[in-house]
């Protein structure tokens, strides 16, 4: 398993492009052939593949034009809600980030 917390933006790109391309292949398609299916043009392709990226949407279409579209729920899982916070706040379900923690100083 890959520790991505070890590399750069760039470095996670060149990463999934790879495997985007890895996968590809592996199915026995052309770039032609995933992008008619996704629904783009060739080069938004070729530049996820060679790292460059894409936007959101353009890699949603690409997953799912693979058949990988599921695998959103390995990368990202439905965080759900932690019962202490809703004990915390009298069983409301918190709405917005109050900004406490983490907020930069300002200075004067």
Request: charged share 30%; hydrophobic share 35%.
């Amino acid at each position: 398993m890959t520790n991505f917390r070890e590399f750069s933006d760039l470095a996670i790109l060149k990463s999934l492009g790879t495997r985007i391309k890895t996968e590809r292949l592996n199915q026995d398609l052309t770039q032609m052939d995933v992008a008619r299916r996704a629904g783009i043009a060739r080069i938004v392709l070729t530049r996820l593949e060679s790292g460059k990226g894409c936007t959101l949407g353009s890699f949603i279409r690409i997953l799912r034009s693979l058949g990988k579209l599921d695998h959103i729920e390995l990368f990202l899982p439905e965080p759900g809600i932690s019962p202490l916070q809703i004990a915390k706040l009298g069983g409301q379900i918190r709405l917005e980030a109050s900004g406490k923690r983490g907020r930069p100083r300002r200075s004067s």
